[in-house]
């Protein structure tokens, strides 16, 4: 009986931790690519007075160098 109970802890734990990684993998492919291509132009055009556009926007969450 304890032994199932270990185990469905276990599962919750591997669920809960493969859901907040793939929250995080979402976020960084793809929420935070589109975040910046759409608010830097309007930044760099604030802060130099210059027209600006991004064509592309890459960012990987799981590489960091």
């Known amino acids: 009986m304890e032994i ?9 734990a591997v669920f809960i931790t493969v ?11 793809y ?3 589109t975040l910046v291509k ?4 309007a930044l760099i055009q604030q802060q130099t007075g210059r027209k600006a556009s991004v064509a ?3 960012f990987d969450p799981f590489r960091y160098s």
């Open 38 to 41: 759409s608010k830097l132009p």
């Open 4 to 12: 199932r109970h270990i185990a469905s802890k276990i599962k919750i």
């Open 19 to 29: 859901g907040l990684l793939g929250i995080y993998a979402a976020l960084g492919f």
């Open 56 to 58: 592309t926007v890459r």
């Open 31 to 33: 929420l935070l690519p």
